[in-house]
């Protein structure tokens, strides 16, 4: 069975800071694994996703994830943290064994002090 | 293209009351799904639908219905609505269902049961 834990319900960073959101992840064959941000009263938006390959995945709005096999976790990075990042951040795997959708984790709400 | 459109925006029920939620792409894709979101629970799947003709159950179907009307139009039924089904309802979509594709979201629907 696949599924993905978020650890932390809440993340506070200064602006201008690193920010970090966790994720660690349990699958039964390769992982396929997604980051989705949520802004207020939106649907959800696509961040970036690993399939195969490097480990450092980029995507949009300068947020990058790195992939660590060892550990199991896909955890979500940016350099320099923006108040407009402030956001609820989806952790997401994909089912293999039918449907093809996703299972998220519970979410962390991002905010970014300025 | 507009993506993935949802209405309405929002809904208030008495229960026992019944509706439609409705769902279009115009991103020619095979694949759409219902999730209802809740606090602290992330994203669970209702109903998906893997292409034009075929539905099938997700994680929590019980009071649900859909119908997959034609390639563009995915909807979601209540028929007898529960305080219980207040929730956020999104609708996605993906080119083909496979593993490596990525899942377009709605706006979403707020409803309450009253």
């Known amino acids: 069975a696949q599924s993905v834990a978020q650890p932390e319900d809440q993340v506070n960073v200064a602006e201008g800071n690193p920010l970090t959101v966790k994720c660690t992840y349990s699958v039964s064959g390769n992982p396929y694994l997604f980051w989705y941000v949520q802004y207020p009263n939106r649907g959800l938006q696509f961040l970036l996703k690993?399939?195969?390959?490097?480990?450092l995945v980029k995507g949009s709005y300068g947020f990058e994830a790195e992939f660590n096999k060892s550990q199991t976790s896909f955890h979500l990075k940016k350099p320099s943290a923006l108040v407009s990042d402030s956001a609820l951040y989806f952790c997401a795997v994909r089912d293999q064994t039918g449907a093809n959708n996703l299972f998220f984790g519970t979410g962390t709400r991002l905010t970014v002090i300025p | 293209n507009a993506g993935v459109t949802q209405t309405p925006k929002f809904q208030v029920l008495k229960t026992g009351q019944s509706m439609t939620l409705q769902c279009a792409q115009d991103m020619n894709h095979n694949s759409m799904y219902w999730y209802r979101q809740d606090p602290g629970m992330g994203l669970r799947l209702i109903y998906y639908s893997a292409s034009e003709g075929t539905t099938d159950k997700g994680e929590v179907p019980n009071g649900y219905n859909v119908s997959r009307l034609n390639k563009r139009e995915f909807s979601l039924r209540l028929e007898s609505a529960a305080p219980s089904q207040t929730s956020v309802y999104f609708c996605?979509?993906?080119?083909?269902?496979?593993?490596?594709?990525?899942?377009?979201f709605g706006p979403g629907t707020r409803l309450t049961v009253l």
């Open positions: 690993y399939i195969t390959g490097d480990n």
């Open positions: 996605a979509s993906t080119k083909q269902g496979a593993y490596t594709d990525t899942q377009y």
